[in-house]
């Protein structure tokens, strides 16, 4: 069975500093997996995504994630958080093998502060 | 260029009463996808559609939720006689493909009474 794990529920970062939000998953085959980010009263953003190749990939606004075979895991990070990336996050993971469902983590509050 | 667009935003239905949610996906995107949202959590796959075809209808929570994509763009979720507890926000999103990112609508909040 799929499953995709965000650890905290809210994370506080000060603004120039670099942040991380974590997300690990398991599935059975090789992992699709996405970032997206969901700001007040709009619709979930995609961020990024790994499928293959590169195990660091880079997305929209400078955020950038480490895919991770062996702890199963793709955080997201930023070296230098800004206001205005406060927003929820959501991790996301599809197996590669045998399925089009994909499952969202519970998502993670980032809060950067001035 | 216009994104993906849900009707109604908003829903009141007395339990026992049959919703139709509206999806109108960006144009040309094959993929089709909808997700149910409860509140402080991440959306939930309900049914998957790759043109007019239903590949994935494993998330659909019981036989009172149906799906259509009759001609491979817009698309329908049905709830038949509305329970208390399938009061969430219902999103749609769309996405080139089955690998693609997916673009999300700002999805249906229904509200059952």
């Known amino acids: 069975a799929q499953s995709v794990a965000q650890p905290e529920d809210q994370v506080n970062v000060a603004e120039g500093n670099p942040l991380t939000v974590k997300c690990t998953y398991s599935?059975?085959?090789?992992?699709?997996l996405f970032w997206y980010v969901q700001y007040p009263n709009r619709g979930l953003q995609f961020l990024l995504k790994?499928?293959?190749?590169?195990?660091l990939v880079k997305g929209s606004y400078g955020f950038e994630a480490e895919f991770n075979k062996s702890q199963t895991s793709f955080h997201l990070k930023k070296p230098s958080a800004l206001v205005s990336d406060s927003a929820l996050y959501f991790c996301?993971?599809?197996?590669?093998?045998?399925?089009?469902?994909?499952?969202f983590g519970t998502g993670t509050r980032l809060k950067v502060l001035a | 260029g216009a994104g993906v667009s849900q009707s109604p935003r908003y829903k009141v239905a007395k339990r026992g009463q049959d919703v139709a949610l509206r999806c109108d996906p960006i144009?040309?995107?094959?993929?089709l996808f909808w997700y149910q949202q409860a509140l402080g959590q991440g959306p939930e796959f309900l049914t998957y559609?790759?043109?007019?075809?239903?590949?994935?209808k494993s998330g659909l929570p019981s036989d009172r939720f149906f799906a259509e994509r009759p001609e491979g763009s817009v698309s329908t979720l049905k709830i038949q006689r509305t329970q208390q507890e399938d009061s969430a926000v219902y999103l749609c999103?769309?996405?080139?493909?089955?690998?693609?990112?997916?673009?999300f609508g700002p999805g249906t909040r229904l509200t059952v009474t």
């Open positions: 790994y499928i293959t190749g590169d195990n």
């Open positions: 999103a769309s996405s080139l493909s089955g690998v693609n990112e997916q673009y």
């Open positions: 144009s040309g995107h094959v993929s």
């Open positions: 996301a993971v599809r197996d590669a093998r045998g399925t089009y469902k994909y499952i």
């Open positions: 599935v059975s085959g090789n992992p699709y």
């Open positions: 559609f790759q043109n007019e075809a239903q590949l994935d």
